[in-house]
Structures are given as structure tokens and as C-alpha cells.
């Protein structure tokens, strides 16, 4: 059966893809995976329908046959590991790519969405422009921290990080 | 081989086992895994030894024979993988109980770890005072968004979402 993932009827970026359905549109698409998408407005998402789908009232949602999932994370994990070639098949490289994938969506995307955040709820406030140098530096600093870990010379680290050192 | 896992020398908190080494050793303790613990300072963290290990500075890490792994999410997912007991047997209640994993991670963590970073952080900043209560309702929102599912009466929706509505 072909899925059904859910994205932005109007996305705040007028649609460029940089929403959450689109890591698990670039997974369906490597695997190549057909798939159907519904879109939804920003009302419809906080409607029971979608929440049933989805109980934080966000997009995307991932439906095959009797299966419901959300969160992006775990749609693309879901979907590398129904279909061959987005994980190692050595069960410690599996867990090192995993661990990446937890570290995107919980250590470096949150400072970045924090910044967002800021910027689409606080333009208003006194306090913005001060403020705003701190987020652009949390994630600076985290994103500097993933630059050092990707430049370092054996080039194996982001999957293979030593087991001591 | 016994796991060796880090966690802080000297807690924010006091040691109470607040910090994310807690699900960790709570994953362990349910599925009966003896484990070390290896405990570093805050500078330990951010040096050479500390950082092949963990890219972000942080703790928990976790080292088995020549596996390490990073992210307490991807840490517990790892342990659920290789004990009986954490995760169910069904495939389609799997995914389901990892989109709830990633859920924690990314969903409903991060308003919490912006209130407490503001709360470290930007004590001393001449908006703390006005901030705070936007932040408490960002947590309050994605707490009461969480709530509404789990009293969904028929009680199963934790691990079972319906497919459709």
C-alpha cells in the first residue's frame, strides 16, 4: 500500500520544502518509495481529526494500511528500516547512525527552532533585538560543534566515533 | 561485556538524577543489565577524551566492547533493542512506541530545556522577568497537548494511535 504523509497546505516558508515533511520525503524518495501526500491547514491541525494523527497539532503524519506514525525522527526510521539502503546492515554502525538521527532532531535542531521561534513570536517584544545575538550564537556554538566533529581527519567519525580514546 | 556509562561528577541539581543519564540507567535497571558508571566534571567534558565520545560536551554516553553511543534517546532505543521487555514484539506497536521516543526527545523536551536554559542563562537579563511566563506557557501547552491524548478513554493510545479518523 501506498503511504500517506501530510505537509503544509501554505508552509510559512511559501513552501520551499523546509518543513518537517521533508526529510521523510527525501527518505521515501532514496528508497524509492511512492507515496501520496495530504495537505492541511493550519486549522485542519488543530482539528480532532489530525490530532488523532498527530496530538501536538503538527504535520508530518505517516499513514500505510493499520499503521499511524508521527514525528519525523521516527517516520524516517520507520521507512529505512522497511526498505534496504538508508542503514548499515552492522548492528553497531546501525546504532551509531540512530544515535545521529536523535542527535539531529534533539540536540541540533533545537537551538536552531528556539532562534525561529524568537523570530516569529517575539519580533514585538522590547527584549528581541538584544536577544536575538544570544540564539544566533547557541547555534553557532552547536553547529560548530558538529563542523569539529565532521572535520576530523579520519573522515569515519560521523558514523564510527571511537570507542575510547 | 558490562556497559559503562557516564553521567555528571557534580550535578546542576544536586545528583538527584535529574540529569538525562536517568533514562539511561532507568532502561537498564528494568531490563536486569548490570553497568558501570564513570563520572566526569563539567571540564572534563569539554575535552579531547570526553568529546570523541559525546560531539556536543554532554552526558550520557554509553561503551560496550567496541561499540560507543551518544544521545540518551538513541542509548535507550539501543538498549530496548538488544534486551527483552522495553519494546513490544509487533512491528506496527514498535514504530508506534518509537514515534512516542522521539516524541519525548524533540516534542516535549525542548520547551522545557528553553525554560530552564532561560532560567541558568538569562537570570540576570533585564527580560527574565517578563519572559518567564511565556515560557511557562510553551511547556504548559505541550504538557496539556500530551495529557489530552492520554485521557483519551479508551486508554490504548499511547502505543496505538488510530490510523484514521
Do not use: C
Not at 488543530?46 to 506514525?69: C, V, W
Not at 548492528?91 to 536523535?102: E, G, K, T, Y
Not at 536577544?131 to 544566533?136: F, G, K, S, T, V
Request: proline share 8%; charged share 25%; hydrophobic share 40%.
Amino acid at each position: 500500500m501506498i503511504p500517506t504523509i501530510t505537509a503544509f497546505a501554505s508552509s510559512p516558508d511559501r513552501g520551499r520544502g523546509l518543513a518537517r515533511d521533508m526529510p521523510v520525503r527525501w527518505a521515501l524518495e532514496e528508497v524509492g518509495q511512492p507515496y501520496d501526500v495530504r495537505l492541511v491547514s493550519f486549522a485542519e491541525m488543530k482539528e480532532p481529526a489530525h490530532l488523532a494523527r498527530q496530538p501536538f497539532g503538527q504535520i508530518p503524519t505517516y499513514e500505510e494500511s493499520d499503521l499511524a506514525l508521527f514525528e519525523s525522527g521516527a517516520i524516517v526510521l520507520h521507512i529505512a528500516e522497511t526498505h534496504a539502503g538508508l542503514l548499515p546492515d552492522d548492528v553497531n554502525a546501525r546504532a551509531r547512525a540512530i544515535a545521529w538521527m536523535f542527535a539531529a532532531k534533539s540536540t541540533v535542531e533545537p537551538p536552531i527552532v528556539e532562534r525561529e521561534t524568537a523570530i516569529l513570536l517575539e519580533k514585538d517584544r522590547s527584549w528581541y533585538e538584544a536577544r536575538l545575538p544570544i540564539l544566533d550564537d547557541r547555534v553557532r556554538k552547536r553547529l560548530g560543534e558538529l563542523s569539529r566533529r565532521l572535520a576530523i581527519p579520519n573522515g569515519s567519525t560521523v558514523r564510527s566515533a571511537p570507542a575510547t580514546s
